[in-house]
């Protein structure tokens, strides 16, 4: 076993401050690099040693391996914690990584690359009772069996990137006149976005919500999981709210889910933190969609209903160290909700925003939990991850933490870009979410700009009401404490006290 005494974080941002305050904890060294956009951003100051790594685009700076690699040999450092983004899910990185003599934070390059295509990833899980959405076991190279394949399995169906994410390289056909332009569009956008246009079919699942489960798993062949996550309310294909444990599964989903998660890992040889992907249907069946290898942006809600520090236990297997838990030692204690706070407009299509946070001031109270990367008076910078900052809830059962959620969002003051907190205020409110009759169509079926932009004007028009309210009854009653001779006769603290109140 290693015992890491440094660690490069090879990010930037809140998941940067959040990896380097639990390897404080450790009393592990930590390194930040930073590109020359990001030199005043508050992990750079946290870290016990930084380095500039380049340019402000991440291709010349945060993607740089080969840089990163040289600053680790030239600093004496024992282990990259890739966090999420960027390199942690590129196997050649992580094998340069290994083939340096340094210990990669997470799974082995061989898991990354078979769990990085969606093919190869259902190839590995197929050896195990898992179920899967009907489509094409491999890459689509014939059209024609293709739209055959189409037909048996019905329209609509979704034609899939295999390599990457986010939504790129996906387009839903609805009838096969459309199948060759969808086709096309598939097959550029996924050579474009990860220069790879291999691309197969499955049976689009038309109302599906969207369930991941959290698995470590160790170097000596232990693996658990620390159960779901609810991550339905989308734009783009990209969370916004997630929640654990989820309101839409019942404990035997669960059970099962988790079983076959860890069959998903055990398929591939992982150890480190990961998390199986689900797709739920309308009739409560799940299917495997795909694994990410790497911390998730929502870990937090899992650590706060388990009470698991995650990059801890990370840590902890990269030196090889068996796991110390087991399953039995687990259960889901309370809930948890994150919502992500980007720099975003919710009322224009959720198009990024750029700007200076001119007010920036978190809110704070007993369950809630805010992981960020910024200060008041930064600019947000164009050429990353819009995401300002992951505001967290935790509460006794789903209910409390909603309030905690809207409350926590009423206290948090961001001015100088629009960002998506209205957005996410109005999901707490709505009574789909309430009653988790919600799917990942959320922000298509129940949401619509005009309904934010009434209720930002509701709200606005409420608290002016308020403060004229208030104006008046203090200018009433100033004028009457001048006006009597109690005033005359009261000492000036007396005066001074009630004109404050």
Not at 183 to 203: C, L, N
Not at 219 to 239: D, V, W
Not at 334 to 348: L, M, Q, S, W
Request: glycine content about 8%; aromatic content about 8%.
């Amino acid at each position: 076993m290693s015992s890491i005494k440094k660690i490069l974080v090879a990010n930037r941002g809140e998941i940067a401050l959040r990896i380097m305050r639990t390897a404080r904890e450790m009393n592990i060294a930590t390194v930040a690099i930073f590109s020359e956009a990001d030199r005043k951003s508050p992990h750079v100051r946290y870290a016990d040693e930084a380095v500039c790594i380049g340019p402000p685009s991440s291709s010349e700076s945060y993607l740089r391996g080969d840089k990163i690699i040289q600053v680790c040999k030239d600093l004496n450092v024992d282990a990259i914690h890739p966090g999420y983004g960027f390199l942690s899910e590129n196997a050649g990185f992580a094998k340069l990584v290994q083939e340096a003599g340094l210990i990669f934070i997470g799974p082995s390059s061989e898991a990354i690359e078979i769990m990085g295509s969606k093919l190869a990833a259902k190839q590995a899980a197929s050896q195990y009772n898992i179920p899967m959405v009907p489509g094409t076991e491999t890459a689509i190279t014939d059209r024609t069996e293709a739209k055959t394949r189409a037909r048996e399995i019905g329209y609509p169906i979704l034609i899939k990137a295999s390599a990457g994410g986010g939504g790129k390289g996906m387009r839903v056909v609805d009838n096969e006149s459309d199948f060759d332009e969808q086709m096309d569009r598939a097959v550029s956008e996924a050579q474009t976005s990860f220069g790879d246009g291999s691309v197969f079919i499955e049976k689009y699942i038309t109302s599906p919500k969207h369930i991941e489960i959290q698995i470590l798993g160790d170097q000596h062949g232990n693996i658990i999981h620390l159960f779901e996550r609810e991550c339905s309310i989308q734009r783009r294909h990209q969370k916004v709210v997630e929640e654990a444990p989820s309101i839409s599964i019942s404990n035997e989903t669960r059970v099962e889910m988790g079983r076959c998660a860890i069959d998903v890992a055990r398929s591939c040889g992982y150890y480190g933190a990961g998390t199986v992907e689900f797709i739920l249907d309308e009739q409560g069946k799940f299917y495997f969609l795909e694994m990410n290898t790497r911390l998730q942006v929502e870990h937090p809600v899992t650590e706060q209903i388990t009470g698991v520090d995650l990059v801890k236990q990370m840590i902890f297997i990269a030196e090889g160290k068996p796991l110390t838990l087991t399953q039995t030692d687990l259960a889901i204690k309370g809930h948890a909700i994150e919502v992500r706070v980007y720099a975003e407009d919710a009322t224009n299509n959720f198009l990024p925003d750029v700007g200076t946070l001119h007010t920036y001031i978190k809110p704070a109270g007993n369950g809630v939990r805010v992981d960020d990367g910024f200060e008041q008076g930064m600019d947000i910078p164009i050429y990353y991850d819009p995401m300002i900052a992951k505001l967290i809830t935790y509460g006794a059962d789903r209910e409390e933490t909603i309030q905690k959620m809207i409350r926590a969002i009423d206290e948090y003051q961001i001015s100088g870009v629009q960002t998506t907190l209205p957005f996410c205020k109005f999901v707490m409110k709505h009574p789909a979410f309430r009653l988790g009759d919600f799917d990942t169509n959320f922000v298509t079926n129940d949401f619509h700009p005009n309904m934010l932009v009434e209720e930002i004007d509701n709200e606005s028009s409420q608290l002016a009401a308020i403060i004229s309210a208030h104006l008046l009854k203090k200018a009433a009653s100033n004028d009457g404490l001048s006006n009597t001779s109690e005033n005359k006769k009261a000492s000036p603290w007396k005066l001074r006290r009630m004109r404050n109140l």
